[in-house]
T-cell receptor, first 115, second 111 residues
Framework: SAVISQKPSRDICQRGTSLTIQCQVDSQVTMMFWYRQQPGQSLTLIATANQGSEATYESGFVIDKFPISRPNLTFSTLTVSNMSPEDSSIYLC????????????FGPGTRLTVT | QKEVEQNSGPLSVPEGAIASLNCTYSDRGSQSFFWYRQYSGKSPELIMFIYSNGDKEDGRFTAQLNKASQYVSLLIRDSQPSDSATYLCAVTGGSNYKLTFGKGTLLTVNP
C-alpha cells in the first residue's frame, strides 16, 4: 500500500473564502480520487484527479466549486471554493494501489469547518 | 445506479464472540468487494477485499462472497474491544474503477 499525507489536517474557515487541500503520495500512482464524508455519513466520490488533464467529476460536483489539480503522479490538490457551512465535512484523498483488484487507500483526511 | 446496502447497526457483541457484518449490492456486474474499518475521527482503513465466490481468510477476519445472491459478508472471530468501529462495504466492477460505499455498520464489542 502507499503512504498518503494530507495538509491541512483540519481548518476552520469563514464563509465565502476558499481552502486548498493537498494530497501527497510516497510513490507514483495512476489513479487518485477525492471524497467527501459529511458528519455521520458514508463516503461520496467528488472526482477522479487525472494527471495532465482535467478531473472527472461525479454528478452533483462541479469544477467551479471544487477545482482539482494533478500536476504529477504523486500529488494533487482540491480547492473548496466560496465556502458555505454546508461544505463542513471531512475531505479525503485516496489512491488506487495494491494487487490490481481496484483497492483504494485513503489519506488521513482534512476536517473542514465553515462558520 | 449502483447501490450498496448495509445494516446501520449498531451491532453489539461480547468480547470473544463472532461479529457478522453483511452487505448487499445491486449491480450484478460488480467484480471486487472491499471491507474498510473506520475508527471515529479517522479515515477508512482497508482490511479485506475479495473478488471470487467463496471465503477469504486473513487472521481473525473472513470475507465471504456470493455473487448469485449479490451478498458479501465479513466475519470477525474472537472479537476484541479494539474492533469497535464502523465497517464500510464498498464495491467496484467492470470497467468502472469507482468505489461505491455503503453507509456502514457500527460495531461495538463489549468487554
Amino acid at each position: 500500500s502507499a503512504v498518503i499525507s494530507q495538509k491541512p489536517s483540519r481548518d476552520i474557515c469563514q464563509r465565502g473564502t476558499s481552502l486548498t487541500i493537498q494530497c501527497q503520495v510516497d510513490s507514483q500512482v495512476t489513479m487518485m480520487f477525492w471524497y467527501r464524508q459529511q458528519p455521520g455519513q458514508s463516503l461520496t466520490l467528488i472526482a477522479t484527479a487525472n494527471q495532465g488533464s482535467e478531473a472527472t467529476y461525479e454528478s452533483g460536483f462541479v469544477i467551479d466549486k471544487f477545482p482539482i489539480s494533478r500536476p504529477n503522479l504523486t500529488f494533487s490538490t482540491l480547492t473548496v471554493s466560496n465556502m458555505s457551512p454546508e461544505d463542513s465535512s471531512i475531505y479525503l484523498c485516496s489512491v488506487e494501489a495494491g494487487q490490481g483488484a481496484g483497492e483504494q487507500y485513503f489519506g488521513p483526511g482534512t476536517r473542514l469547518t465553515v462558520t | 445506479q449502483k447501490e450498496v446496502e448495509q445494516n446501520s447497526g449498531p451491532l453489539s457483541v461480547p468480547e470473544g464472540a463472532i461479529a457478522s457484518l453483511n452487505c448487499t449490492y445491486s449491480d450484478r456486474g460488480s467484480q471486487s468487494f472491499f471491507w474498510y474499518r473506520q475508527y471515529s475521527g479517522k479515515s477508512p482503513e482497508l482490511i479485506m477485499f475479495i473478488y471470487s465466490n467463496g471465503d477469504k481468510e486473513d487472521g481473525r477476519f473472513t470475507a465471504q462472497l456470493n455473487k448469485a445472491s449479490q451478498y458479501v459478508s465479513l466475519l470477525i472471530r474472537d472479537s476484541q474491544p479494539s474492533d469497535s468501529a464502523t465497517y464500510l462495504c464498498a464495491v467496484t466492477g467492470g470497467s468502472n474503477y469507482k468505489l461505491t460505499f455503503g453507509k456502514g455498520t457500527l460495531l461495538t464489542v463489549n468487554p
